[in-house]
């Protein structure tokens, strides 16, 4: 089934008809979608990769209330610390991004109610989209990689590149004559394993641990300490604690035999 369907199945019954409707017209459109916005009172908008269009169909505040809870599994409350974060992460590791009224209190977000946007973001795991820079990623000389920072605009597939090289190093790369390394991977968003009930929905390889909903400063520190991994991954470095547990995972590389470190920055 196409990755679409596994997100229009959380809207109300009218906008999976419209949505249905307009995707069953042309392939590509199903093919090429990489998000869908819905706005309290607005138009549904559905956005390409340079590109974007509106829909007629006029969206009500019910009707987020509805998509908010079902993307919830009817219980906000149990998802209120990934709502205060702005975002939730589903099953196949898409992304609903979240805005409305926020809550503050003592300097940090409480809650948003109100809420009047989400922003579907379509995650799609793309088989030997990393080849192009195997090369520049792979050691071997050593048996190994590079460390390694990923680094692009918003929405040009990092975490897609991220995802397949994860697997690959994993697995090995016989025409390399590179072995699988044992990866430890921190997956703070759920973006790239994508578990449900803890097993990953994507393929990250054979030999890939996967720890989530965890800080990258806490992941890390807990897969160094308990699955000496040969490789750390995780994604969207952006604070000084990201680069704070880089730097404790280098620095444990020659206490705990690591080979390297890797990460994408945002």
């Known amino acids: 089934m196409n990755e679409i369907y596994d997100v229009i199945k959380y809207f109300p019954i009218n906008i999976q008809n419209t949505l249905k409707e307009i995707l069953s017209s042309n392939s590509k459109l199903e093919k090429d979608i990489h998000e869908i916005r819905i706005r309290s ?39 209120k610390n990934q709502i205060c974060n702005g975002f939730i992460t589903i099953k196949g590791g898409h992304r609903i991004g979240i805005v409305g009224t926020v809550v503050i209190e003592n300097g940090r977000v409480i809650n948003i109610k109100y809420v009047t946007s989400l922003n579907f973001r379509i995650a799609r795991q793309v088989i030997d989209s990393s080849n192009n ?10 048996n190994t990689i590079y460390n390694t920072l990923i680094v692009s605009p918003p929405g040009k597939g990092k975490t897609t590149i991220l995802r397949d090289l994860i697997r690959k190093i994993s697995n090995g790369i016989k025409e390399m004559n590179f072995n699988g390394k044992t990866c430890g ?29 965890i800080s990258k400063n806490d992941g890390i520190k807990m897969l160094i300490r308990s699955m000496a991994p040969e490789i ?12 704070e547990a880089i730097e404790y995972a280098l620095c444990s590389r020659s206490k705990r035999n690591l080979y390297n470190a890797w990460f994408k920055f945002r």
């Open 185 to 213: 991977l921190v997956d703070e968003r759920g973006e790239i394993a994508a578990t449900y009930k803890g097993i990953p929905q994507n393929d990250v390889g054979m030999r890939t641990d996967v720890v989530d909903n």
């Open 232 to 243: 750390v991954a995780c994604d969207e470095i952006g604070t000084i604690e990201d680069v």
């Open 41 to 79: 009172e607005r138009p549904i908008f559905l956005g390409f990769a340079n590109s974007n269009f509106g829909i007629d169909y006029i969206v009500s505040q019910t009707e987020i209330l509805q998509i908010l809870e079902r993307v919830c599994e009817n219980s906000i409350y149990a998802y």
């Open 133 to 142: 820079i195997l090369k520049e990623v792979i050691n071997t000389d050593r």
